[in-house]
Every structure is written in structure tokens, then in C-alpha cells.
């Protein structure tokens, strides 16, 4: 998903990262605070640095790491 000016990824095991368009390797990465939620990638909000997934249960924001905002 695209947003922010990043490309945002998520993984099964819940690893979130970003990659800056052009740069080409993984900005940065971290995890979904909550174990056993494998995210889907809904929507950005980058004016709050915010990131909103869900599992297919729940929703939730996600704060990704700050050097995915800079």
C-alpha cells in the first residue's frame, strides 16, 4: 500500500515496514503490538503517522517506526 510517501509492506508474523519510492531498500520495520494479528494494510494517515489494518476480527492503528516518517 502506498501512503506518506512510503511504500508500506506487512508480513504474515507481523513485521511493518516502509520503503521510500526510489531509495529501493527497506526504510525501516517493527511489529504489530499485538501477537497472533496478521495485518492488512487499510489506510495511512500520515498527518498522525498512523497506519489502520486489520485481520479479518479486528481494526487497528498501528504506529509504525519514526524513520519511516522522515
Do not use: H, K
Amino acid at each position: 500500500m502506498y501512503g506518506g510517501g512510503r511504500l508500506w509492506l506487512a508480513e504474515e508474523l507481523g513485521a511493518v515496514g516502509c520503503i521510500a519510492p526510489g531509495a529501493g531498500p527497506l526504510v525501516n520495520q517493527g511489529r504489530v503490538p499485538q501477537p497472533g494479528f496478521t495485518p492488512w494494510l487499510l489506510a495511512v494517515n500520515a498527518s498522525r503517522q498512523l497506519l489502520y489494518a486489520q485481520d479479518g476480527a479486528a481494526i487497528i492503528s498501528i504506529t509504525p517506526p519514526p524513520a519511516c516518517w522522515s
